[in-house]
C-alpha cells in the first residue's frame, strides 16, 4: 500500500523557517519525480514546487522562488521543503504527492500558520 | 507561465445530471491534462489524466476529453457521491499549476 505521511508543520512566527518532511512507503521511491502543493483555508490547490527522481532538477512556483527548497533523500525514501522567510501568505495545508498519472497518490497534509 | 482556467466556478446541480467543467490553457499542453475531485477535509484524487484516460478504479460516468488549450470533464449522470470541488492541472512540464476550481453544489 502507497502512503505519503508528511510532519513538520507548525504555527511559526513571520520571517522565520520551517521545514516539512514527507515519509514514503510502498513503492519505489527514486523512480518517481514528487511534489509540494499547498491549499490555503478555504481555498483552491496550489502547486509549490517538484523535484525529479535523483533531485537533479527542481522547479518552483514564483510566490516561493528563492524562499523554498525542496530536496529527497532516495535511502530514507523522504522528501522535503524548507521553508525560509516564511509570510502570513505561506499560510497553508502543505500536501506532498506522488507524480505518476498525475500526482496519483497524496499525504493527508501538513498544517503551517504563520503568524506573530 | 501557462495559466490554467476553470468555468464556471461554481455549478449547482441535481442527482442524475449530465455535468461539465471546462479549462482552458492560455498556451497549448498537448493532452497533458489532469483533473482531480477534492472532498472537504480530504486530499484531491486523481480522475483522469492524459486529458481522457480513467484514472483505475474510477467510475465510468467520468469522462475526459480535449487537447491544445481547452478541455472538458464530464460527470454522465450526477450521483450523490460527486458533489465536491474539481480542478483541472498542466501536466506538460515538471510545474504542475491548477485551476481555480469548480465546486458542484446540490440544487
Known amino acids: 500500500e502507497v502512503q505519503l505521511v508528511e510532519s513538520g508543520g507548525g504555527l511559526v512566527q513571520p520571517g522565520r523557517s520551517l521545514r516539512l518532511s514527507c515519509t514514503t512507503s510502498?513503492?519505489?521511491?527514486?523512480?518517481?519525480?514528487m511534489h509540494w502543493v499547498r491549499q490555503p483555508p478555504g481555498r483552491g490547490l496550489e502547486w509549490v514546487s517538484a523535484?525529479?527522481?535523483?533531485?537533479?532538477?527542481?522547479d518552483y512556483a514564483d510566490s516561493v522562488k528563492g524562499r523554498f527548497t525542496i530536496s529527497r533523500d532516495n535511502a530514507k525514501n523522504s522528501l522535503y521543503l524548507q521553508m525560509n522567510s516564511l509570510r502570513a501568505e505561506d499560510t497553508a495545508l502543505y500536501y506532498c504527492?506522488?507524480?505518476?498519472?498525475?500526482?496519483?497518490?497524496w499525504g493527508q497534509g501538513a498544517l503551517v500558520t504563520v503568524s506573530s | 507561465d501557462i495559466q490554467m482556467t476553470q468555468s464556471p466556478s461554481t455549478l449547482s446541480a441535481s442527482v442524475g445530471d449530465r455535468v461539465t467543467i471546462t479549462c482552458r490553457a492560455s498556451?497549448?499542453?498537448?493532452?497533458?491534462l489532469a483533473w482531480y475531485q477534492q472532498k472537504p477535509g480530504k486530499a484531491p484524487k486523481v480522475l483522469i489524466y492524459?486529458?481522457?484516460s480513467l484514472e483505475s478504479g474510477v467510475p465510468s460516468r467520468f469522462s475526459g476529453s480535449g487537447s491544445g488549450t481547452e478541455f472538458t470533464l464530464t460527470i454522465s449522470s450526477l450521483q450523490p457521491d460527486d458533489f465536491a470541488t474539481y480542478y483541472c492541472?498542466?501536466?506538460?512540464?515538471?510545474?504542475?499549476?491548477f485551476g481555480q476550481g469548480t465546486k458542484v453544489e446540490i440544487k
Open positions: 510502498g513503492f519505489t521511491f527514486d523512480n518517481y519525480a
Open positions: 498556451q497549448s499542453i498537448s493532452n497533458w
Open positions: 523535484i525529479n527522481w535523483n533531485g537533479g532538477s527542481t
Open positions: 504527492a506522488k507524480a505518476g498519472h498525475g500526482f496519483d497518490f
Open positions: 492524459k486529458a481522457s
Open positions: 492541472q498542466r501536466c506538460d512540464t515538471i510545474r504542475g499549476t
